[in-house]
């Protein structure tokens, strides 16, 4: 059996167009869409597929709008194949859809904090004098060199990213970067500037990284379904408290993607699953001939080999309904309510109904429909409220119901907290 890897891109992978062909083709990226254009306040779905590049460029649109891209990308690969990840990991913006993704981060929060860092990377694009560059066929050491070279106290350029062994980003005062571009181009380096970036994963970022962390710290996380690789240390989060602060940090400290690459690699990993518009992040994979199968779930091709090569994981693959959630829940929650009356009418009773339901469920081999999903949750939020379950527990636990049966707008317009 494969050990995968979910990888989700940064900036760069989008284009107008991108995820149109998802959109029409499933429900659930429609119903994605419209999240996210309600929280934005504008039609993403028209700016992404019908726009004009220049908007979509703008990081106050484009950090939502590519967020929105991978995880539909990821909702869809869900529901047309299903198997799990040892892994996600995400490239720079990529690590808001890999956490949105595993269940630590609510795909609406992942919207608005997206939004928010968009806002504050555009204002430093405008007001500052930094720059990004792209460097291909220089090592890291013929890169740090030309960096010191040129630098100072008050110009300066670093390496913000480490795509890849041959691959690097280098970031900071516009001047200081043109005379490393320089000096690599002499050398038989590539080297491709990004038009209009922000100096993103460089000491520049600071302030921006502290109005970010300022932002997250109004936001609640979840426990993870699976790891997720930070970029600032190229190893999993250790718990959701500690995702404020690294988020922060990433915006000023470089994304050390080869070695969360070769963290994998040590790991395992044998399959790595690319999940958003474009094959940026596959192409990496294989420029490092790092001896692990890629593909790209949004190229057409890709998909069609990758469904091919799981085929027969899929058919042997169990998964889990809200019903049998539900029952997972209702019996791994602690019991905080003594009375033996209450306990048998609020969570035996509730309980048994839930497991007939399951066992009919069986029978006639069936999935549970809404309306049987609904009431499921109806009886689990009863053993909640009778077990005396702490309000935050009860949210993470409906959250990660819906979040990995699929059903993230089973209860749209109704929180499911208490009984």
């Known amino acids: 059996m494969e050990k995968i890897a979910f990888l989700f891109p940064g900036q760069g992978s989008q284009y107008v167009g991108m995820m149109k062909n998802f959109f029409d083709q499933f429900e659930i990226a429609r119903r994605t869409y419209e999240e996210a254009s309600d929280i934005l306040g504008l039609d993403l779905a028209k700016m992404s597929f019908e726009g004009s590049l220049f908007d979509l460029n703008k990081p106050s649109n484009m950090q939502p709008a590519l967020l929105t891209a991978s995880v539909t990308a990821y909702r869809v690969y869900m529901e047309e194949i299903g198997i799990t990840p040892q892994f996600c990991a995400g490239h720079s913006l990529g690590e808001y859809a890999a956490l949105t993704c595993s269940g630590a981060m609510a795909f609406g929060d992942a919207v608005r904090i997206t939004k928010r860092r968009g806002e504050l990377t555009e204002r430093v694009a405008e007001e500052s004098d930094g720059a990004m560059t792209i460097i291909d066929g220089a090592n890291e050491e013929m890169i740090r060199k030309a960096c010191e070279q040129v630098s100072s106290d008050t110009a300066w350029s670093a390496i913000s990213c480490y795509n890849a062994m041959s691959q690097y980003a280098i970031s900071g005062h516009q001047d200081s970067i043109e005379q490393v571009e320089t000096i690599l181009l002499e050398q038989d380096a ?230």
């Not at 250790?238 to 963290?263: D, F």
């Open 190 to 419: 590539q080297t491709t500037p990004l038009m209009m970036s922000a100096p993103f994963h460089s000491r520049l970022m600071e302030s921006a990284g502290e109005q970010l962390g300022a932002a997250l710290a109004d936001y609640r996380f979840h426990p993870f379904k699976w790891p997720v690789v930070s970029n600032v240390t190229a190893s999993p989060y250790t718990e959701a408290s500690r995702i404020p602060g690294l988020l922060q940090r990433q915006l000023s400290q470089p994304v050390k993607w080869t070695q969360t690459m070769q963290y994998l690699k040590k790991h395992g990993v044998t399959l790595t699953i690319e999940l958003g518009p474009k094959n940026v992040l596959s192409g990496l994979v294989e420029l490092d001939k790092l001896g692990m199968k890629s593909f790209a779930y949004g190229q057409k091709e890709d998909r069609k080999a990758l469904k091919t090569l799981l085929e027969q994981a899929v058919v042997s693959r169990p998964r889990p309904t809200v019903v049998t959630k539900c029952m997972a829940a209702a019996v791994a929650t602690p019991n905080r309510n003594w009375n033996q009356d209450e306990y048998q009418k609020g969570v035996v009773e509730p309980y048994k109904r839930i497991q007939q339901l399951q066992e009919e469920l069986e029978a006639a081999e069936t999935a549970p429909t809404t309306e049987q999903m609904k009431q499921s949750l109806e009886w689990l939020g009863t053993i909640f409220e009778t077990k005396q379950v702490d309000q935050e527990e009860r949210e993470d636990w409906f959250h990660q119901i819906l979040d990995e049966t699929g059903q993230y707008y089973l209860w749209t317009d109704h929180k499911v907290t208490t009984a």
